[in-house]
């Protein structure tokens, strides 16, 4: 597993206690998992994807993802309804390993409240959190 | 002989290891008055010559086949079991109790389960079967259970033609959760009323029996057609699996999820258990399906192994958050079943389904002929439904005195259905025998 000082962590997004990352594109607000948490988890091999339409409340569980060696559930950053989800992880979950940030991302929300995303951790916060952690 | 390993001696050494005085001190924890007082109401001890005499005195108060000439279906099914089934199923290197965790210790039980999981997938037309689990109630409890998981719709539709036990078993399971039941009524034909699901769009599930507790084909195609319409999954279950030698099977009908009991396929009556529980379901929703899972990879040389799949969704990986309690199956019974099916091979299966079918027919005109009326007008597998001339009840008594059980009488589970009986027929019955029915029946 990697060292902290090994994460590939971005510094456009913004971070959840539950390693989930936050970002704006537009009014919407997409999200996935950091690279700490694809790396906990390992190989991913199924994420589990909520409906389109649906709504959750900030830190409800919008679904799980699921490595060779455990199921992980996923929770909402940002309260908000599913505007899309990535269809492409049907096929390849592995892109949450390979790029948790870009083709790994998994939903993208309309936040119920746009300001939430300011509550989240910034890269630094987040290194500090994990740091704690270790 | 002794059969206790323990000298007092032990014992006292044991008890003042852990630093009590006697074996009462362990017990203290349970409340008194949940402890009995009083020594157990135990018959004397015996030598082991009067214990046999005992044993088969009361085994001699069982009706057992074949010197009982026995009618009754209802979910438990006489057939006969061919001797490469019982032999192979002896073997010691399957008679083992536990679930194989490790795969470098247990190919062959592994392997075992899934070829299990693969001859009854196919038989019931589904992409995946599970390791098995405790019966065909249960199963279909599980079957409901997932469906809820799956559309997170709380209150499932039952057929009021699914065996009266298997509703019982299913009102148990659901009784602790949110999940509400109704049930679908029937028609005078003795299938399930179609016209009452139509803008049923709340339910997680509709659950159908078929052939049902009455014998009868239903129509599941169509069942399953407007279940899909409502935005529901369409639970197929069944207590006969020889059915599908002969019938279409709920896979290629449009069921989302089948269950059922397999005792049919080479596993004993055994007065009522053990058995075992079937449940398949489509590929999509192999994720919300309990119970264990064996799968077919290579090893880093390539080469074919078989190993527990899936296993992220079971309790000791996922506590609390796990899809089910369930964390066994009942490999014994599975791997008899695979016997049975792989000893028939599909042409006999369908030999068999045909004979079972044959007889059951010839039994059906004959009794017709002689006066009774049938009922129900759908098709049927093995069982059917009849109505007794007047007074039968006396005579059912008689026969039964004299070793032959004419079916079961219904009224007992559905008062509506007075003097008619449920009617069995298998391979296991002659001509002869099935004209003897006749004559006692009615004259």
Redo the contacts between chains.
Sequence with gaps: MKEIDELILDDDVRYAEDHEWARYDGDLVRIGISDYAQDQLGDIV?V?LPEIGEEFAKGEEFGTV??????S?LYMPVGGKIVTVNDDLDDAPELVNTEPYDGGWIIEIKPIDPGDIDDLMDKDAYIEMLKEGA | MRYLPHTDADIADMLSTIGITAIDNLFETIPADCRTSQELSLPDPMTEWELKDLMTELSQANATLPETSVYVGAGSYDHFIPASASYLLSRSEFVTSYTPYQPELSQGTLQAIYEYQTLIARLLGMDVSNASLYDGASALAEALLMAVRITKKNAVLLSSTIHPLYRRVVETYLAPTDCTIELLPMTQTGETDATTLSGKNDYAAVAVQSPNFFGCIENLASLAETTHENGSLFVASFTEPLTFGLYKNPGSLGADIVCGEGQSLGIPRSFGGPGLGILTCRAKNV?HMPGRLVGKTVDREGRRGFVLTLA??EQH??RE?ATSNICTNNSLCALASSIYLASLGGTGLAELARLNYDKTEYLKTKLKKAGCTIPFSAPTFNEFVVAMPDGFREKYSGLAARGIVAGIPLERLHPALDNHYLICVTETKTKGDLDKLVTEVTT
């Design positions: 199924y589990d699921e490595s060779v060696k455990a199921v559930e | 994720r992220t969704r990986i996922r958050k």
